[in-house]
């Protein structure tokens, strides 16, 4: 009976030994769990920076050796005449080639910057009209050149909002770039703008392309994500457009909301503050930080 008592020093010793196995136990188990998990992080992680870095390969090489390969058949124009259609369209590709290196490199730094954080915009009161209205314009001869469908409804009576006009065309490309470009021949692409209830604006833009699952969605909208992370992939990219569409937005104030289905399309809904509602977002920022009773 005092064997079986609490307060049994052989009791007391054989419980403290029981009690020191099963945490080591324990946390021989977590460390195990631990070990597995940075080993799964560690080979998505590889597998993640061999797809970008392949990828990036591609988009840098690609454009780079047709501005090295064209630029040196015209060097040889002394040697063999060309035509002054060859010579054009040559120049022409190099020009392509080199816009679109360009937006390559542009688009690295500019999530490099969001990403640290030192990224600032030019705010100032936007017309908004006139910023979709030029986007636009500018997919629309894209889509047709494509053969897709494309229709735009964007009212004169938007909202005045605050922000960078450069940045918002940005936005609004980036969206429409990936639009017309995962969309096949005969598909239908659309950009509608209303006014918000809190005098801000929503422009919803359609697609009628490939769609994407739900997984497809968190991939695509992280920087550098591969939907189709092959070199078999049939559409170029960095994989930055969204990304950098959706912090933009959000350094307006704003919100990016996908909905997509696969072989459907996507809908991407853009929603931007008001003026009245990103000054007084602003104001109660400066005197909340002065005042932490505010």
Do not use: C
């Amino acid at each position: 009976m005092l064997f079986g008592s609490a307060g049994n020093p052989k009791t007391l010793t054989l419980m403290s030994e029981y009690a020191s196995l099963l945490s080591d136990a324990v946390l021989r188990d977590r460390a195990r769990v631990a070990e597995h998990s940075a080993r799964i992080e560690a080979e998505l992680a590889s597998k993640v920076k061999s797809e970008f870095i392949a990828n990036m390969s591609h988009e840098l090489k690609t454009p780079l050796n047709t501005v090295i390969g064209f630029s040196k058949l015209l060097t040889q124009h002394q040697e063999r005449r060309l035509p002054d259609k060859e010579i054009v369209e040559y120049a022409g590709l190099i020009h392509d080639a080199a816009g679109h290196l360009l937006s390559v490199i542009n688009d690295i730094l500019d999530i490099s910057k969001l990403q640290s954080g030192k990224y600032v915009i030019d705010s100032r009161e936007i017309i908004l009209e006139n910023i979709l209205s030029e986007t636009v314009d500018i997919f629309r001869h894209q889509a047709e050149a494509a053969q897709i469908n494309f229709d735009a409804d964007v009212p004169d009576d938007l909202p005045l909002i605050r922000g960078d006009g450069a940045k918002l065309k940005q936005i609004f490309g980036n969206i429409l770039a990936n639009a017309v470009k995962f969309t096949p021949a005969g598909g239908n692409v659309s950009v509608k703008a209303l006014r918000a209830p809190d005098q801000g604006a929503i422009v919803v833009l359609r697609d009628s392309g490939i769609g994407m699952t739900p997984e497809e969605i968190e991939v695509a909208m992280t920087p550098f994500g591969q939907v189709d992370g092959g070199r078999s992939r049939w559409r170029e990219g960095a994989g930055l457009g969204l990304p950098i569409a959706r912090a933009l937005v959000e350094l307006h104030g704003g919100t990016v909301e996908i909905r997509s289905e696969k072989q459907m399309g996507t809908e991407v809904i853009v929603i931007l503050p008001g003026r009245d509602s990103v000054i007084a977002s602003a104001v109660a920022s400066v005197f909340g930080a002065r005042n932490p009773a505010v």
